[in-house]
Nanobody
Framework: QVQLVESGGGLVQAGGSLRLSCAAS????????MGWFRQPPGKEREFVAA????????YYANSVKGRFTISRDNAKNTVYLQLTSLKPEDTAVYYC???????????????WGQGTQVTVSS
């Protein structure tokens, strides 16, 4: 089974920036559309951003559009999420997963990595 390891989270002030990384163990990583999701405290997990297998297409939730940027490096089996202009409401545990393009739901909702905590102070 693929392993997903998220990193790069931390505590940052409102308006600050972070860069999250997700390393995948799957050798066929470059064949998968990938996405980032987040789970705010006390809330359900929600979609944040997605990138096609080639990296050509991206898609964002309205709440992060213009502030977050998703990218990938298939040679490194890694997908990134650049977070800028952070707001307290961005506070959440961030996860990556393969996604179904169009629905932007996780391909395997039964498996998640440990996630990385992002905390934005006001």
């Amino acid at each position: 089974q693929v392993q997903l390891v998220e990193s790069g989270g931390g505590l940052v002030q409102a308006g600050g920036s972070l860069r999250l990384s997700c390393a995948a163990s799957r050798r066929t990583f470059s064949s998968y559309n990938m996405g980032w999701f987040r789970q705010p405290p006390g809330k359900e997990r929600e979609f944040v951003a997605a990138i096609s297998w080639s990296g050509v297409s991206t898609y964002y939730a309205n709440s992060v559009k213009g502030r977050f940027t998703i990218s990938r490096d298939n040679a490194k089996n890694t997908v990134y999420l650049q977070l800028t202009s952070l707001k307290p409401e961005d506070t959440a545990v961030y996860y990556c997963n393969a996604v179904i393009w169009g629905t932007f739901r996780p391909s395997d909702s039964d498996y998640w990595g440990q996630g990385t905590q992002v905390t934005v102070s006001s």
